[in-house]
């Protein structure tokens, strides 16, 4: 469903600005509390807390996060999961969040609607407060809708993507590539996972998974090292190979490239004992799968078999 009408009587200019953040209020419902710790004052009000304070924001736009085949409920939850992604990532909790909207002036009220449903629906789930936000008129055909998510530390430190040091091991969650067949919308932010590694000692850098593995592993690789990948280690997906067979290039190459995977990207010790740290997983994470695909080499240690990801490309914008 397209996001935007020819018929004026359905579009947001039929409600003008000040009615459609009351009905945005409405279709948040519980979601979004009371000013002003939520939507109706200057500023929403937010409880202090002695955590280490995480703050995250990411957008979804139409025609770039989602086309007429995402229906308005899953675009809406996408927004806050792709950036609970980001919270998961340093080992964190969300809070609140703030929603600011773009909107051309035939934006569709029936499909906003939907979309803020979506995203209601999902901040309940994951117990976010939607506090407050704005909205701005768009050019036409033009419909985005930009998240800021605050979160906190589970615990006495975040994990950041710094750290990785000669010998560490480099681990990834679930299956990669082929988020075009659906996963880049359903799928469930690692917030679980992303706590219990942050407690975990032997666990010294992480990231989530965006852009691709070949471009985000560029993040957390120190500028002395190179990450040295096993091919037949990397966890390619289905829809990878369902892509592989279209497209004619390999499951592996999209398990590197596509991006919007929303998997955790881990480093662990060289000196942890790599069976007891998947065992502890194993034990608390039954159905998710943990791959162990390298491990950090200076250059001229280089495995001749090792993956050589500059040969492939994973999102970037503005290229």
């Known amino acids: ?59 979804v ?25 980001d919270i998961a990532a340093m080992g964190g909790r969300p809070s609140a969040a703030v929603v600011s909207l773009a909107l051309a002036p035939e934006t569709n009220l029936a499909w906003l609607r939907s979309f803020y449903r979506g995203l209601a629906a999902c901040a309940l789930k994951y117990q976010v407060k939607i506090v407050g936000g ?6 036409t055909g033009f419909f985005g809708a930009f998240l800021t998510l605050h979160g906190e530390a589970t615990g006495q430190r975040v994990v950041t993507r710094a750290g990785a040091q000669r010998g560490d091991r480099i681990y990834v969650t679930g299956k990669l590539g082929g988020s075009l067949l659906g996963h ?12 219990w590694l942050a407690k975990r000692p032997e666990v010294c850098a992480m990231m989530d998974v965006s852009d691709g593995l070949a471009q985000d592993l560029n993040a957390l690789t120190p500028a002395d090292l190179a990450p040295a990948l ?6 390619i997906s289905p829809a990878a190979r369902q892509r592989a067979s279209r497209t004619k290039k390999s499951g592996l190459f999209h398990a590197l490239s596509d991006g919007e995977d929303y998997e955790l990207l881990i480093v662990v010790r060289a000196r942890a004992n790599a069976a007891q740290f998947a065992r502890a997983w194993h034990r608390r994470f039954p159905q998710t799968k943990l791959s162990l695909v390298g491990h950090f080499v200076r250059p001229a240690e280089f ?11 994973g999102y970037e914008h503005l290229r």
């Not at 710790?37 to 409880?47: E, H, N, Q, R, T």
């Not at 704005?134 to 050019?139: E, M, N």
């Not at 880049?184 to 706590?195: C, I």
Request: net charge positive.
């Open 61 to 85: 736009i139409y025609g770039q996060h989602f086309d007429q085949h995402v229906a308005p409920r899953a675009v809406g939850a996408k927004l806050l999961k792709r950036n609970l992604s």
């Open 303 to 313: 495995p001749p078999a090792a993956l050589r990801l500059e040969d492939y490309r």
């Open 184 to 195: 880049h919308y359903n799928f469930s932010p690692r917030l679980a996972e992303g706590a």
């Open 134 to 139: 704005d909205i701005t008129q768009g050019p």
């Open 230 to 235: 096993c091919a037949t280690a990397i966890p």
């Open 1 to 59: 469903m397209t996001p935007f009408t020819a018929n004026p009587s359905q579009a947001v200019s039929a409600y003008g600005e000040r009615r459609l953040i009351t009905e945005i209020r409405r279709w948040l419902g519980p979601a979004s509390p009371p000013a002003p710790f939520g939507i109706g004052d200057d500023c929403a009000v937010l409880p202090p807390t002695r955590r280490h304070q995480l703050v995250t924001t990411d957008p």
